[in-house]
């Protein structure tokens, strides 16, 4: 497992993230509510750096949300944190 060391990698995991995120809908309705992205503003500026880091942060908020997304992506936690860190927020 690595981390990402690149914007282009840290890019690619946030929507990797993004999708598992929004996979379940209490967790995506609750995405939507502690990050204040609406549906519509979520799928407009899915590939901005903030937006990714902004779903990096909600899972990196809620640790076993953190630690189920990282086992459903085969990545460590950490990649996660560092992948939000290199996007910038």
Aim: proline share 4%.
């Amino acid at each position: 497992m690595v981390t990402p060391d690149t914007i282009h990698d840290a890019s690619t995991l946030a929507l990797r993230a993004m999708v598992w995120a929004l996979s379940e809908p209490a967790r995506a309705a609750r995405l939507l509510d502690l990050t204040g992205l609406t549906a519509d503003g979520l799928r407009a500026t899915a590939r901005s750096g903030a937006t990714q880091a902004a779903v990096l942060g909600f899972l990196e908020g809620h640790e076993p949300d953190l630690i189920a997304c990282a086992d459903a992506l085969a990545v460590r936690p950490d990649a996660l944190v560092a992948a939000r860190r290199t996007l910038g927020a």
